[in-house]
């Protein structure tokens, strides 16, 4: 009979992901054999023969990928803005769309010497960290409440912080103005946030209805609970002028630039697309006036 090569099982495996509607199938399945093969994706070999332990390992695999395990739940690991990070069950998967999150706040910053800045809803760190990668001259602080999520942030933020980044200091508490950072009221530059947005009876797939966390992903019955209090929250952080990026997703195009206007606390709304001119998220700027006591 004839061995089976990595490239074989590569074949076969393609198809079954292309068939859940994985648009990067090849390189889902790559990264998942080379979590089987304890090796980097670049380093794969088609032509190396599987033993029939590896096969097994590697077709179920694709198999719970298939029924929307999150890939990083299966290989321990998730790529944002160029960082490696550790994920895995229990802890959000972070999303590409997001990097744009993430440059939109950079990008209001990039004038300011030694910005503070703040990743509400932090999950495993990504937004924060990534942030932090590319300024040694921030403070950079992430808000969590889940204490399976905040223990993968820290261990990320140590990681990080031994590669010689800056150092994040991650904050296990709720992302409200009464939560973990009330020392910094007023005096942040930018406030960053990915926070749960799906309608809770919404319909979204498997990945997110039954995988990543729920907490991580519905919102209340509008989808707006956490947004509403990432929005006071921020409002009570920023000093005049420092900017809020918050990611909000589709269903949220107008209610969110519109609860930043009623809140009376922020000017220049402006909603922003994701790259394929999807609604993804809002930015505002914090204005001298409006409540920060309350
Ligand atoms: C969509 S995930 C985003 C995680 C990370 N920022 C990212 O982009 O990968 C939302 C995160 O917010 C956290 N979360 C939900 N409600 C929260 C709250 N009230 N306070 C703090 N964190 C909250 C969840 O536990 C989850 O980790």
């Not at 926070?195 to 989808?223: I, K, L, S, T």
């Not at 589709?250 to 697309?273: I, K, N, Q, T, Y």
Request: glycine share 12%.
């Amino acid at each position: 009979m004839r061995s089976t090569t990595l490239g074989d099982l590569v074949d076969e495996a393609v198809p079954i992901l292309h068939a859940t509607a994985q648009a990067d199938a090849r390189r889902e399945v790559e990264e998942l054999a080379a979590r089987v093969l304890g090796v980097e994706p670049a380093e794969l070999d088609r032509e190396r023969v599987l033993d029939g332990l590896a096969v097994r390992r590697l077709r179920d695999l694709v198999g719970r990928r298939a029924d929307g395990v999150p890939l990083g739940h299966l290989t321990g690991r998730a790529v944002f803005a160029g960082l490696e990070l550790v994920v895995g069950p229990g802890v959000f998967v972070p999303r590409v769309h997001s990097e744009l999150v993430l440059a939109a706040g950079r990008e209001t910053v990039a004038g300011i010497a030694g910005p503070t800045v703040v990743d509400l809803c932090a999950g495993s760190g990504a937004i924060g960290l990534a942030f932090a990668a590319g300024r040694p001259d921030a403070e950079v602080h992430a808000v969590e409440f889940d204490p399976v999520a905040v223990d993968f942030a820290r261990r990320n933020a140590a990681r990080r912080a031994a590669l010689g980044d800056t150092a994040v200091t991650v904050h296990e508490g709720e992302a409200t103005r009464a939560g973990a950072l009330t020392g910094l009221d007023g005096r942040v530059d930018l406030v960053l946030a990915n926070p749960p947005f799906m309608p809770d009876a919404a319909e979204v797939p498997d990945e997110f209805g039954r995988y990543q966390p729920r907490q991580a992903v519905f919102g209340g019955a509008d989808g707006l609970r956490v947004v509403r209090q990432v929005v006071e929250a921020a409002a009570g952080l920023l000093r005049a002028g420092g900017v809020l990026v918050v990611e909000h997703g589709h269903l949220h195009g107008a209610s969110v630039p519109a609860l930043l206007r009623e809140s009376g606390c922020f000017a220049d709304v402006s909603c922003r697309p994701d790259h394929d001119g999807w609604p993804l998220y809002s930015a505002a700027v914090r204005t001298e006036t409006g409540d920060r006591t309350s």
